[in-house]
């Protein structure tokens, strides 16, 4: 996660998430600050986040991202959203329309 070349450093970020590393959570939430890095940090922090999936956890996981990286741009938010409902859909579960819903506001 810290490797000087940001092409290893991205795939490092996303293997983060994908192998649901929580140990890597506080480095993946440093990088919030990094712009070149900051959408990679953003999706492996809701896939790796620990914790119960269910709908009101995921919508909990992410105001907590959102209200951690000091607002989420409309991408940014899209791209925490789509994390959140491969993990939703990976239990069986429908996905979450964060974004894209009148009860978005709700939520935050």
Do not use: C, W
Request: glycine residues 8%; negative net charge.
């Amino acid at each position: 996660l810290e490797d000087p070349d940001h092409k290893i450093r991205r795939q490092a970020v996303l293997g983060a998430g994908y192998l649901g590393l929580h140990t890597q959570l506080a480095k993946l939430r440093k990088l919030f600050d990094d712009e070149g890095m900051r959408l990679e940090a953003l999706f492996s922090y809701a896939l790796a986040s620990p914790g119960e999936v269910n709908r009101l956890r995921m919508r909990q996981l992410f105001n907590k991202i959102d209200e951690m990286a000091g607002g989420l741009s409309g991408v940014e938010a899209e791209t925490v959203e789509t994390a959140i409902n491969q993990r939703l859909q990976a239990h069986g579960l429908e996905p979450l329309a964060i974004t894209n819903s009148e009860e978005a506001d709700d939520f935050r």
